[in-house]
């Protein structure tokens, strides 16, 4: 399978499905599926990496199987395990019987008995896949190492079983915020690309192709705003997806100019944290409506 016939085709069928790209990020995502390597995108919180993966697998009628990475993540959650109690039963169905220990194990390690998880599942797929392995930074360094013999030849050894190698290979991207640098071993076998947050030009493109009816003006000061609250120093800085959700948020307000009040009434929807809150509307010198505490009854 061709995922894309040149990075302009990738541009054009992202773009389709409402994901803009800039040059880099087209020609990266072309070569991926082209030269069949995996694609690790790296770059903070919010910028649409995850997106990407589902944006490919949207334009190019792919299913999209996911390893979402946590602290503590091992083999049975990302390859595979045996379902231990249906080979028990099997085990207690077989005594009596004359079948022979390495019969019935023979029996038992089979396909009637595997768990796939997503890496073995990615593998073992005919059809069109993108395999996204998320927060890639977030698993222990040990967990890299199973990734690699996915990612360097496209298998999966089973020790009952024997080695699983793909009959179609997936479109595979690893994300990370870079919380952790990653293994040189992991790296070599990727195409990178760092994705930031994009310039308010891009922004906006994005904001208004994404919430039909909000008006230019209004999407330049939300776009405006957001680009200064990812200059302050913050906990958590807002994502391209909350400069969405604002945007949507005006819409549904009916709120046709962000002005302080305005900003004030919804500043929620992008800043999480009241550490962030309370730093924004000191650094951008926000005017803030005075609040009272109901009387009591």
Request: charged fraction near 30%; hydrophobic fraction near 40%; include cysteine.
């Amino acid at each position: 399978m061709s995922w894309f016939t040149s990075p302009a085709d990738a541009a054009d069928r992202l773009g389709a499905t409402g994901y803009l790209t800039d040059a880099a990020t087209a020609t990266t995502t072309f070569l991926a599926g082209a030269l069949e390597k995996p694609l690790l995108i790296e770059g903070p919180a919010g910028v649409g990496k995850t997106e990407l993966a589902k944006a490919v697998a949207r334009s190019c009628g792919a299913d999209l199987v996911r390893l979402q990475c946590y602290e503590g993540l091992d083999e049975a959650r990302a390859l595979y395990e045996w379902n231990y109690k249906k080979q028990l039963l099997r085990i207690q169905a077989n005594q009596g019987s004359d079948a022979t220990w390495d019969e019935t194990h023979d029996d038992i390690f089979t396909d009637e008995f595997l768990l796939t998880r997503p890496l073995l599942t990615a593998i073992r797929r005919e059809e069109p896949t993108v395999l996204l392995i998320d927060e890639v930074d977030k698993t222990d360094v040990e967990v890299e190492g199973l990734l690699l013999e996915v990612l360097s030849d496209f298998q999966v050894t089973i020790p009952e079983m024997g080695t699983v190698t793909a009959v179609r290979r997936p479109f595979v991207v690893l994300t990370s915020n870079a919380t952790r640098e990653l293994s040189e071993a992991v790296k070599r076998r990727c195409l990178y690309l760092h994705l930031d947050y994009p310039d308010s030009e891009r922004e906006r493109e994005i904001v208004l192709s994404q919430v039909p009816g909000l008006q230019e003006a209004v999407a330049a000061q939300l776009v405006d705003m957001v680009a200064r609250l990812r200059e302050l120093e913050l906990k958590k800085a807002p994502s391209i997806a909350e400069s969405i959700d604002w945007a949507r948020t005006l819409i549904a307000l009916e709120i046709d100019d962000l002005d302080d009040d305005a900003v004030n009434a919804t500043l929620g929807v992008v800043l999480k944290h009241v550490s962030d809150q309370e730093r924004a509307v000191k650094e951008l010198r926000l005017t803030r409506p005075v609040r009272t505490a109901g009387a009591a009854r």
